[in-house]
Nanobody, 125 residues
Framework: QLQLVESGGGLVQPGGSLRLSCAAS????????IAWFREAPGKEREGISC????????DYADSVKGRFTTSRDSAKNTVYLQMNSLKPEDTAVYYCAVEYGVYCSGYEIDAYDDWGQGTQVTVSS
């Protein structure tokens, strides 16, 4: 059974850091492009980061560039999202999603085939 499970969310103060994990079962994450999305209350789900399969190249939305980093751990079949310098506007439910292709092709939600259940990130003092 194919499954993605996010973890690592929580409450953090502005300026703090969190690392989210996206663990896969039933398939090998290394073979595919993996993206991170987030959905804040009252807002549409937005793509914020993607890591390609072939060369591990990454892409980031302007809103998180320079603060967030995505990476893979092949041995753990897991993708991470390291989030630094967090701001209140980063508060959202964060999701990872897999596109059964090698390269990141953008953040069209319909392009992604399977999603995790999401993990809540709250940035507040």
């Amino acid at each position: 059974q194919l499954q993605l499970v996010e973890s690592g969310g929580g409450l953090v103060q502005p300026g703090g850091s969190l690392r989210l994990s996206c663990a896969a079962s039933g398939f090998i994450l290394d073979y595919y492009a993996i993206a991170w999305f987030r959905e804040a209350p009252g807002k549409e789900r937005e793509g914020i980061s993607c890591i390609s399969s072939d060369d591990g190249s990454t892409d980031y939305a302007d809103s998180v560039k320079g603060r967030f980093t995505t990476s893979r751990d092949s041995a753990k079949n897991t993708v991470y999202l390291q989030m630094n310098s967090l701001k209140p506007e980063d508060t959202a439910v964060y999701y990872c999603a897999v596109e059964y292709g090698v390269y990141c092709s953008g953040y069209e939600i319909d392009a992604y085939d399977d999603w995790g259940q999401g993990t809540q990130v709250t940035v507040s003092s």
